[in-house]
């Protein structure tokens, strides 16, 4: 016996592909997010000391919130995937 296809010839019951398939609400809301975060850090753009551990570092707001916002994407994509 055959499986069933739908017009665009996938089987039915099957997954979804292409795009369509990819825009959850999950995915969506972490893009929009995503995006937030990004015009947050890139609109601050002062000098800001920051201390690591002994050194006094003066670098622009922009990227230790840049780099902290990469080291926790990080964080939580190694910890989901341990999750699993």
């Given amino acids: 016996m055959t499986a ?3 017009e665009s010839g996938t089987k039915a019951g099957g997954k979804r592909g292409g ?3 990819a825009m959850t609400p999950g995915r969506i809301t ?11 850090i890139f609109e601050n753009t002062d000098e800001t000391e920051i ?5 006094l570092v003066t670098i622009p707001l922009w990227l ?5 916002a990469l080291i926790g994407a ?3 994509a190694y910890f989901m995937r341990r999750r699993r």
Avoid: N
């Fill in 4 to 6: 069933k296809t739908s």
């Fill in 19 to 21: 795009l369509a398939g």
């Fill in 30 to 40: 972490m893009l929009v997010l995503a995006v937030l975060a990004l015009i947050f």
């Fill in 51 to 55: 201390r690591l551990l002994i050194p």
């Fill in 64 to 68: 230790a919130l840049l780099a902290m």
């Fill in 74 to 76: 990080l964080f939580g």
